[in-house]
T-cell receptor, first 113, second 110 residues
Framework: GAVVSQHPSRVICKSGTSVKIECRSL??????MFWYRQFPKQSLMLMAT?????????EQGVEKDKFLINHASLTLSTLTVASAHPEDSSFYIC?????????FGQGTRLTVV | GEDVEQSLFLSVREGDSSVINCTYT??????LYWYKQEPGAGLQLLTY?????DMKQDQRLTVLLNKKDKHLSLRIADTQTGDSAIYFC??????????FGSGTRLQVQP
């Protein structure tokens, strides 16, 4: 089946630094990718829709200047957490849809200290 | 907006069948999905069903959809300890992002 690869799987960073998370569709092209955030023992909440070649669409309450999304090619979307703070610590997961199926990356656990 | 609900916890004995239930509110849902998440890992797509189907079977997994009641269930036959995980149902309309339920933690006792 189709594979979505997310990197890194874990990252620890200092407060105030920026962190980039990559999401790649390995064997298909994805004009649209989605970024989700998952708090401990909770469900996945959609943060934004990443559109190849155009600006991302953010969900209500998600700061676009804090969570910068770049979808520069049909196989790569990146999420940059700018000036990270401890409250940004979370599990971030990307998704790409191929036809009717929706595939997810392995997730990135971000810890801001 | 869309809403998807699941019970939070289910405990079964090894070898029994597990049934995880889900309800949703969006009548325009086109696809309904079941995902499995193990601790610290991403989501594994288990199966999905089109909204115009009422049943789909895939080995030990059976999905039942009652579109009238907006009720989806996942039955796992002969449940094994390796099936212990959190199971998410999700719905999608068109090319929209998925809306997830809260997840059901399945505990399989030996």
């Amino acid at each position: 089946g189709a594979v979505v690869s997310q990197h890194p799987s874990r990252v620890i960073c200092k407060s105030g630094t920026s962190v980039k998370i990559e999401c790649r569709s390995l064997d298909f092209q994805a004009t649209t990718m989605f970024w989700y955030r998952q708090f401990p023992k909770q469900s996945l909440m959609l943060m934004a829709t990443s559109n190849e070649g155009s600006k991302a669409t953010y969900e209500q309450g998600v700061e676009k200047d804090k969570f910068l999304i770049n979808h520069a090619s049909l196989t790569l979307s990146t999420l940059t957490v700018a000036s990270a703070h401890p409250e940004d610590s979370s599990f971030y997961i990307c998704s790409a849809q191929k036809g009717t199926e929706a595939f997810f990356g392995q997730g990135t656990r971000l810890t801001v200290v | 907006g869309e809403d998807v609900e699941q019970s939070l916890f289910l405990s079964v004995r090894e070898g029994d069948s597990s049934v995880i239930n889900c309800t949703y509110t969006d009548s325009s849902s086109t696809y309904l999905y079941w995902y499995k998440q193990e601790p610290g890992a991403g989501l594994q797509l288990l199966t999905y069903i089109f909204s115009n189907m009422d049943m789909k079977q895939d080995q030990r997994l059976t999905v039942l959809l009652n579109k009238k009641d907006k009720h989806l269930s996942l039955r796992i036959a002969d449940t094994q300890t390796g099936d212990s995980a959190i199971y998410f149902c999700a719905e999608r309309a068109g090319r929209r992002a998925l809306t997830f339920g809260s997840g059901t933690r399945l505990q399989v006792q030996p």
